[in-house]
């Protein structure tokens, strides 16, 4: 009940073109939904989170789009660049609760 | 203000050694937790140190151990290595601890070898 299922394991998409990762959770005491973005040789970086009392958080040309119901949530990556190639890391924490992370979607971006 | 800082940031060790990982949080936090990460498992959580104290404990067998000094900075020790401790071993340190919404920020983590 502690996992976070995180789906592709890897993308390759275009430049420019739009890059999905799609997690799913099954505790229903987590309530925050951050997504970390890791570059080789560092550690991971908080992109964006989301709470669940919104079902779309948007940064930029990051989004989240969040499904309660369904207890899933999704990074959306549009118009990607060769900079956003990386590791991403979806969590899921709650209130007492140790973070749970995904086991990460390795991206890369073709110029 | 300087970032988490982790040491050493490589180490090889052989099967039956122990090994020490350091850990220097951002100044002011006082939460240090601990992150194991391999590569399609992801980051399992070891454990969170806050004000000296273990709140939480992951599912990690008792040759996982840490502890937080007065200064916030914190240690890991894994007694006994073998093979499969093999990873990358990731600190993060929070300015708060248990509301489960902290922002977490990441060293660039000790890479450990177990040959």
């Known amino acids: 009940q502690q996992q976070v299922k995180q789906s592709p394991q890897s993308l390759i998409v275009q430049k420019g073109g739009i890059s999905i990762i799609n997690c799913a959770y099954e505790?229903?005491?987590?309530?925050?939904f951050p997504w970390y973005q890791q570059f080789p040789g560092k550690g991971p970086a908080l992109l964006i989170a989301i709470r669940p009392d919104v079902s779309e958080k948007k940064e930029g040309r990051f989004t989240i789009s969040f499904n309660k119901s369904a207890k899933q949530f999704s990074l959306h990556i549009m118009d990607s660049q060769p900079g956003d190639s990386a590791t991403y890391f979806c969590?899921?924490?709650?209130?007492?609760?140790?973070?749970?992370f995904g086991p990460g979607t390795r991206l890369s971006v073709l110029p | 203000k300087a970032g988490v800082t982790q040491t050493p940031r490589y180490l090889i060790k052989t099967r039956g050694q122990q090994v020490t990982l350091s850990c220097s949080p951002i100044?002011?936090?006082?939460?240090v937790s601990w992150y194991q990460q391999t590569p399609g498992q992801g980051l399992q959580f070891l454990f969170e140190?806050?004000?000296?104290?273990?709140?939480n404990k992951g599912n990690f067998p008792g040759r996982f151990s840490g502890r937080q000094f007065s200064n916030s900075r914190s240690e890991m020790n894994v007694s006994t290595l073998e093979l499969g401790d093999s990873a990358l071993y990731l600190c993060?340190?929070?300015?708060?601890?248990?509301?489960?919404?902290?922002?977490?920020?990441f060293g660039s983590g000790t890479q450990l070898s177990v040959l």
């Open positions: 140190y806050f004000s000296e104290t273990q709140r």
């Open positions: 993060a340190s929070s300015s708060a601890a248990g509301t489960g919404r902290e922002k977490l920020f």
């Open positions: 969590a899921a924490g709650g209130y007492g609760q140790n973070f749970v």
């Open positions: 505790n229903t005491a987590f309530d925050y």
């Open positions: 100044s002011g936090h006082r939460s």
